[in-house]
């Protein structure tokens, strides 16, 4: 038998015994029949499960008793089972009475049985019945009960069958937890809701505020479910929604209660399954025991504010201990109220705030006997508020009279504060406690008993019957207290009033301590007194009862009224360790002094040293001058030794329990919350003194300024009395966010002076941040930048969001800030937004700017196109608050800039309707961004702001306010466009532009937040609403927006740190420059690049495949024009698809890029770049198509003129070979019989003269000569005699490379003019220039050698154009040499020399080159080949060789020959890629590993190399390290290159070879032609095409069929192998010296690729970034060194210049000429008669972008290592001074220089 509900249905097989308005109903007018067809019944009983009313029922199966039939029609009874023991007539009489609105009647009779266990009732009426039995559930008196309709007779038959039920629940062992009807009845509930995962105390913060898009959707389209409503509830809560309990779920249209039941079976199985009908008190209870401890102080104190009853005692149903009560004493401990209290002057009232457990107060309880026809809910909000009070729930609430199943037994509270005297109806505080359900039946006497402990009074309602039937169980009850109000809910007689007395006076006398017991009466009479009447009366009485008693604590009563069976959810063992710990802290910090001394004696690292530390960072931020930022920078680091050497005893307590919790979170948390409490327990008794101190020296001051006769001394004493005052509170108002403040002071010294932390007996900096960032990922809050010193401890900060980034997997995360004034409510704002925790207290506002990480609903989130996991809430102080009022426009400008910048949204607050004040902050925003967007006219400045006026009361005023916003969006612009022109920027003209605003769409209008007089003020629902729907737009808005890309927290990080940087130099221009944007920009670049390799590799794969092939099957010169024209063509339309590919391969990133607000600036530059790329492409297959058609044209033309002679060779050869057959010849003999036909036969009959190319090639004498005399036009004389010296050029005897030849050159000091002083200092040994000079010629020499090298190991002729190429790269090379020097100039005899010397080593490498070139590449190697395969056949026809064996061998030298041309061809692109892979792919890279490598071997000559031409460096540096690849022995890659390109042709051939095989399996055998025919099919057919004349031979061979095709397949097969593993053995032989490479020269691309740009820093020597040509964006360079570095002095004090450039544009410093070579005077080295500022660098180097820093420990540390470690040796090179480093540099580890290069150039 299945039972699920505690319904159940009787029913006789063959008979039914009829139910009112149920089954055997029948139509209105017709006999009802007590017998009924049994079939419909019979199918019934076979459906399973049953349906009835909705619910899985019982049907019972019995045999009939005819007698026993009725028509219940006439006689109106139910049974009622399952009631409890003490049930009487009365409670049951009145019960249904009294629910006529919900089901019931008057009453006829009540029969009880069993002991009251069950009863039947007779109603008057039979509709009394009927509507009961449609309700749903069935619950009397808080009991679920069974109910039966039955006539008498039938129901004694139906009982005694009756078979008691199981409740069948899904999950058996989670209900064994449950306890008997109401434990499953709360399960029940718990399912319903969907929360059975979530019980119990698994609801978490984070679980309630993850921000859902959607949130205000399904509330208004009615789509809620069950299992919406607890969601609902609790995000109403957090946005303290005062009707958050007043949630009802939208009934359906077949609902339960509608449904008709007619006279048909099918309703069993028609009636909806679940009924919605829960009582909201019950939802409330099972929500809150399923919210975690700390959950449920946030859901307490949002219930204060929406002056909802708060829970106190509840029934916790999740032990073994049946109905365990609990009281809920934790979530109270987060509860402060404000209450005022009368001072000696009894005219004033002092407010004090108080922990709620704290306060002194009276305490009165409210019960119910029975069940009277008088709401005692309702009777306490009217005694809380007149009016409009739903402080406690009653049934004129929304589904108030929803039976309550589980909240009867619980004890709700709330208060009532002191305010005013005069309008206050108690004198004192009081507290009010509602006692849910019947004190006679759902309150134990263990219970009664500790309530009675636990206040001074009780008011019980009561019915007068109750009183008079039951006087022993109400007296019984009444003497358990010591103060009762009994309230009469009825009219009363005179004779009652005298039973009253009666029972008044027996109560009184049974009592053993005098009770005090006060009745009163709800009626005068027969007459029901009004609300207002009775609460006169109540209160009356209520402080009549109370005057004797004295106020308490609520802690103090607790310790009084200790009961074992009464639980605390404070006796959790957790709760108590964190409870003990947090004694331990607070024990500490009152060892160490007062609460009002606790800011300085806790916590002095932060209290004394931060303001000196933000004060000196503002000054080292703007300082220019670099001895003082010396200074500064020492004294800042002496500051951050004295805070490590200050850290209190109480704050290594604090860390240590820290760490000790950090293996349980939840005593960490209870940890902080403890200590929070005690901290605030303290504050509490200084504070309010100290406030109130406050306000009468400010009213003391008002007087003053008022007077008549004003004295300005008492005014300005009487202000710096108010300035103390206010130290003196913000000195107390010490909270625990201060030690996490000092704590990241801390680690903030220790980061930045790299302090081992074992030394200072602290936790590692690893663990520490691994801590905090876990509480921060868990939604606490983290403080960016200190509002007292504006200082931002940002190595701290990016360490702990770090560990943050980690445990949020790197999701991506929207920044939303808020501005607004001070006390604007911007913090509350947010609370109520997100249900974030940041400080709201009038008077004690947010301070610095704070940031609360808030999860989102991913589920939500997913369906949008702009997607992020997390919002972070950015929270400020207000602007123009009164105690910075001295540097308050400053403070304002940064923190708004800040805030603004940081936001990828911005909520500006408004407090009313007036829009003057936010309005000057936003001119301060604007003109920031514009200065910003100087960094770069393409940069994308735009942000998004939200206008949000608060405190508007008009319904219209969106209407009101258009011509007011109107004019602050004209005035905006205005200001907008004179900004931008004042920083010279045009195109920005207005406000939109610069920040997003649209205003009809960005503005709304908040209603006040209060609602009501305190103290019952509750949040304005209407304020929660707004709110919540303004989130949800704001949401959907930054879900949407286009263009826009969010960022990690890493980068969050970053951009914050450039803002703060750019607003304490006051420079924003360059401000991000250093971090995210490098970043982004090293990001795309790198995929840009990789995405342009992979287009032109393509299309150089594609152009040796396609060009290779088209000109293979062109066998006539004059076609040749017409298959080039359509390679040409078809290359180029595969290079258009791969262009378009790779176009939306990069806009595909750009658009799904996080930083695609970024880069979009460099979009159209990197579109640029592969359409440049594609024009180079363009000529490259031009170039090679061309070349192809000449080499095709070539062999077409030697094998038509050779073609008879070929014959007549071929025909001799046989001759002789048939001649001498079958004799045993030695290969020498060989040798000579086949040379003496090859030349008498084909070389004397063959023209084999050099090509037209090849005549008229000129030597490369002469070329050179050529090249010198363009060169040297305006010197002809002194060349012409350098030549004569040299006869002409003749070629150097003993010089075999250019590298340190510098001495053979034969140049002295003649051919360099110095200076007079430069002359003095070499007399006396001041200066070696020559030495200097030496070395950098040696330098270029050894660069030269390299170039010579690449030129000479690509497989193609040095053309005129090379040479010119080369000697214009020296010419550079040599100025470079004179960069930054003014001392001495080189004479043209110097140029001379160097040119002449290289041409006379140069010129004969290259002519030999071309020798050699022209010699593989002429008609010369087209013969050889041939002789090659003639002799293959003479001799194997000599050796008497079969057929096949020749035709294989020629086959194979055929095959042999392709595969390494092809091999050759496709080498330098797969070498180039493999090389690639295992060097640094993108310029920044190379610098941090050159520079990584330079530190390692610390060799002086290798870093200044390095300095001088990072270029010509680098270039060396690729070099060599992709020569060690080549020449790697374990993976070398040329024959592992080449390895796999022979694999894949010979594999193909030998697939394409058995195809053959296979074609001709069981057919006749081919010819040799046909065979060759079908084979190079197959090869084309697979992209290899071999020319057909080079299988000549093999036709040649026989003109019959092939005799064994299987025979020949296997021999080329053989021999194939044996010519691949040939050709594999000769390209392992091949090295980085001897590789000769196809086409390009793998190493050159590569370096062309990697480092781009040769430009260089004209004033430090530092590359450009930048790794490609970039003609239309200017240079820049990541980090700059100091100047020094390139032998920069003072030229005063020849002290050696340690300022960087980037900190000289900031400064008032100036720089002769020659520091940037002399450029104002292009063309002449020589003065310009001035000097030049480096702030005005840009008049010469236009081009140059230089980020200017205050601080070089931020962009230089490297290079400031590497003058402190090469001071000795940077002076002897330079011959400068270099005494005066700064200490800081010399404590610059190696470590630490390394990670600065990671850190710059990996951003």
Known sequence: MRTETSSQIIYERGNIASKPDSIGRQAKGEETSSQINVEPVNRLMDERPLKGLGFDVDVDDFVSDTSLVVEPQNIPRIRISGLTENTNKEMLTMFFELEEKKGGGKVKNVEMGNKGKFATIEFEEKAGADAFMLRDPKSILGMDVRVEVFESAFAETAHSNQVERDLARPDSSKAKAFNETEGQTFYQILQRLGLTDKFPGKISMRDVIAVDPNENIEEINGKLSLTDIPWLVLKRLMCAHSESRDIRVPEEENSADSFNLEDSISCFTEIPDVNQDISPLDIFTVVFQCCDPFMKQIFVQKLYLCKLAVPFLYRYWGTNEKHCPVLSVWPLRSLAIESKQSTANKNEMQGSESDVLDLQTKVVAFGRLGRPRYSKSKLINSLLLSQDCKTFFNFDCPSGMTPRQLSNGQIEMFWLPTIDERKDRFQDALTILNLRGDLGQDFSQDLLYFISHLIDSILIIIDLDTVLVHSKMVKDVLLQFSSVILIIADPISHDEIKLLQSFRSAVISSSKSEINLQIVRTHKGTVKQNVVDMLSSITKTILNQLKTNKTMSFVDRLSRAKLATVHSDEEDVVCQQGMLEATEVIKQMKAEGEPSVWKQRLTPVYGKFTKQLGQLSKDRARETDFTEGVNIDEKLNTLRRQQIESITKTVRCFLDILIKSNSSPSVLEYFLCWLHIFIEREKRQILPRLMHENRSAWEKLKELKSADSQVKEEIEKQEIIITDIEENIDEASFAVQHFFREIGHIYEAILQLNVNTEKLRLPNVRLMSSIIGRLVADGHQLELIDGESFYMPYLWIKTVLQKVDICIESSKVMTLGVLGLQSSGKSTLLNTMFGSQFSSRTGRCTRGIHVQLIPTKSEQICKFSNVFSYVLIVDTEGLRSPELSHMQHEHDNELATVITGLGDITMLNIMGENTSEIRDILQVIVHAFLRLKMTNEKLDIRKSCAFIHQNVTDTSASENMVSGLSKLLQTLDEMTNESARSEGILDITTFNQVIEFDINNQVWYLKNLWQGNPPMARVNYEYSETVVDIKCKIMKKALTMKNKSYKSLNDIIEQAHSLWKGVLSEDFVFSF???????????????????????????????????????????????????????????????????????????????????????????????????????????????????????????????????????????????????????????????????????????????????????????????????????????????????????????????????????????????????????????????????????????????????????????????????????????????????????????????????????????????????????????????????????????????????????????????????????????????????????????????????????????????????????????????????????????????????????????????????????????????????????????????????????????????????????????????????????????????????????????????????????????????????????????????????????????????????????????????????????????????????????????????????????????????????????????????????????????????????????????
């Open 1073 to 1803: 420059r250093n971090s995210l944007e490098i970043k982004a920009y090293m990001e795309m670049e790198s995929f840009v690049q990789d995405e342009l390799w992979r287009l032109e590799s393509i299309i150089r794969d594609k152009l040796i495949q396609i060009s290779q092939n088209g000109f293979a099957t062109c066998n006539r010169n004059e076609n040749l024009r017409t298959v080039a024209d359509n390679l040409t063509s078809g290359l180029n339309e595969c290079l258009i698809n791969e262009k378009i590919q790779t176009e939306a391969n990069i806009e595909t990133y750009f658009d799904g890029n996080k930083y695609k607000d970024i880069i979009i600036q460099w979009k159209n530059i990197q579109q640029t770049r592969v359409t440049i790329l594609c024009e180079k492409l363009q000529q490259i297959i031009k170039g090679h198509v061309e070349k192809s058609q000449m080499k095709r044209s070539l062999e077409i033309l030697t094998d038509t003129c050779q073609e008879k002679h070929k014959e007549e060779l071929r025909k001799n050869s046989m001759d002789v070979a048939n001649r001498y057959k079958g004799q045993k010849l030695s290969s020498q003999k060989i040798d000579e019989l086949f040379s003496a036909i090859w030349e008498k036969t084909f070389l004397d009959n063959v023209d084999t003269s050099p090509t037209s190319t090849e005549k008229h090639r000129k030597k490369m004498r002469i070329i050179f000569r050529t090249c010198l005399e363009n060169i040297f036009k305006k010197h002809l004389a002194l060349l012409k005699e350098a030549l004569k010296q040299t006869v002409d050029l003749t070629p150097l005897p003993n010089v075999k490379q250019l590298a340190n030849s510098f001495n053979e050159t034969e140049i002295n000091d003649t051919d360099i003019s110095f200076t007079i002083f430069q002359n003095i200092k070499s007399a006396v040994g001041w200066s070696d220039t020559m030495k200097y000079v030496r070395d950098r010629v040696n330098q270029i020499f050894a660069s030269v050698d390299g170039k010579i090298k690449e030129l000479c190991q690509v497989n193609d002729e040095v053309t005129e154009m090379s040479v010119n190429k080369l000697l214009h790269e020296l010419d550079s090379s040599i100025q470079a040499i004179l960069t930054g020097e003014s001392k001495y100039n080189f004479k043209k005899t110097f140029y001379v020399k160097i040119y002449v010397h290289v041409s006379r080593h140069v010129h004969p490498i290259f002519e030999s080159h071309n020798d050699m070139y022209f010699k593989t590449h002429g008609t010369a190697i087209i013969l050889e080949k041939y002789r090659e395969q003639q002799k293959i056949s003479f001799e194997s026809h000599l050796r008497c060789r079969q057929v096949e064996d020749i035709v294989a061998k020629l086959f194979a030298h055929v095959i042999e020959s392709f595969a390494e041309e092809w091999t050759s061809q496709s080498m330098p692109n797969k070498v180039t890629d493999k090389l690639l892979a295992k060097l640094p792919d993108v310029k920044n890279r190379v610098i941090i590993v050159i520079c990584t490598d330079l530190l390692k071997e610390g060799n002086f000559k290798n870093f200044v190399k390095y300095i001088v031409d990072p270029h010509m460096y680098a270039s060396s540096w690729i070099t060599e390290k992709a020569n060690q690849c080549l020449d790697d022995p374990k993976e070398p890659v040329i024959a592992s290159t080449a390895s796999s390109l022979l694999i894949e042709i010979f594999g193909t051939v030998s697939k394409c070879v058995q195809e053959v095989k296979r074609k001709y399996d069981g057919k006749s055998p081919p010819s040799i032609g046909t065979w060759l025919e079908y084979f190079q099919n197959l090869m084309t057919s697979s992209y290899y095409c071999i020319p057909s004349e080079r299988f000549r031979n093999v036709r040649q061979e026989t003109s019959s069929s092939i005799e064994n095709v299987e025979y020949l397949t296997t021999t080329i097969l053989d021999n194939l192998r044996k010519s691949e593993e040939k050709l594999a053995a000769k390209f392992k032989l091949q090295t980085s010296r001897s590789v000769t490479w196809a086409g390009f020269n793998p190493i050159s691309r590569i370096i062309k690729k990697v480092w781009g740009c040769k430009e260089q820093c004209s004033f430090c020597g530092e590359p450009c970034a930048k790794s490609q040509d970039h003609g239309d964006s200017n240079h820049y360079s990541i980090q700059h060194r100091p100047s020094c570095c390139k032998g920069i002095r003072n030229t005063g004090t020849q002290n050696a210049c340690l300022s960087s450039c980037e900190f000289d544009i900031q400064s008032d410093l100036s720089h002769t000429c020659g520091v940037f070579n002399y450029i104002c005077h292009a063309g002449k080295r020589k003065y310009c008669g001035k000097t030049h500022l480096y702030r005005d660098y840009k008049t010469y180097l236009p081009n140059w972008d230089i980020a200017p820093t205050s601080n070089m420990h931020d962009s230089s540390k490297y290079w400031m290592w590497f003058v402190a470690t090469y001071k000795d040796e940077l002076k002897n090179h330079y011959n400068y001074k270099i005494d005066h480093i700064p200490s800081s540099w010399k404590n610059i580890t190696k470590s630490e220089a390394q990670q600065s290069l990671e850190k710059i150039y990996s951003a």
